[in-house]
């Protein structure tokens, strides 16, 4: 959840720091972050594969990704989505963040207990770091496809955008960790709004309105790529074959040449036979 810093927004997050954190906050915070690190570690495979001779686990491993990436981005968009209908019956209360996510950055909040906000940052970085890998996803699987896909155009589409927003939260992350009192970014005017009601109701409406289009767009791709699926698993499917065609092809003209280059010796031999 995005939470404007300062006395005003301090209310709502008491505790995100090292004291009150249980074991589950924990395990949460390490379970999410190991999430996003496996997909990323995915995506970079993938990049690498994708460059070379396809093989049957890319397919399977870019589907992971992007189901991986969905389920991440419904846990994070829900959460905005209940922090704006809190400020809708509370307009000048300080930002809420459901239990769930309160947990998380608290067990996130552990690399620094000095700074209340941190775990909060981080947690909204990996979220949206886990929705940017999904759309990467999108983008690497439908590589191959020979013909233009519409999956591929919302998924290149998203990226762009969400790379835009996890930039952002890097921003946000770093400005809270070197110190700075107020998180700077452009959701919260680059510091510059004071803490209070006017803050709360930007930064929440800022990062709703980036998730909302986000998640549209997501879903649109989504959509298209379930629409297009064959054509998309056809390609991985055709060059499989055609890559064990090759190989079955060459063995035979190996075989055939290390066959014509002993026959000479053969015949040296048999010559100097009495």
Known sequence: MDHAHGAHGMGSMSGMGGSGVSSWDTLGALLLTGWAVAMWAAVVVLAFGNRRQV?????????????????????????????VGYWVAHPYSPAWMTPWGTGLARGMGQVDPTKPTLGMEILHLVGNFIFLAGLVGIAQITQRA??????????????????????????????????????????????????????????????????????????????HLWKERRAVKAAYEAAVPAASETAEAVAPATSELDASEESPVRETTLAGRP
Not at 147 to 155: G, I, P, Q, Y
Not at 188 to 216: C, D, K, M, Q, S
Request: hydrophobic share 55%; net charge positive; proline share 3%.
């Open 55 to 83: 093989r049957p686990w890319m397919y399977k491993t870019a589907v992971a990704v992007i189901g991986l990436g969905v389920i991440g981005q419904v846990g994070h968009f829900q959460e905005h989505v209940a922090q």
């Open 146 to 223: 020979a013909r233009n896909l519409k999956s591929r155009k919302w998924a290149r589409m998203g990226v762009w955008m969400q790379t835009i927003h996890g930039l952002e939260h890097v921003v946000l992350t770093l400005s809270v960790a070197l110190g700075a009192t107020r998180a700077i970014g452009l959701s919260t005017w680059f510091g510059l709004i004071e803490p209070g009601p006017a803050l709360v109701t930007y930064r929440v409406w800022w990062h709703f309105v980036a998730n909302l289009i986000g998640t549209a767009i997501l879903a649109i791709a989504v959509y």
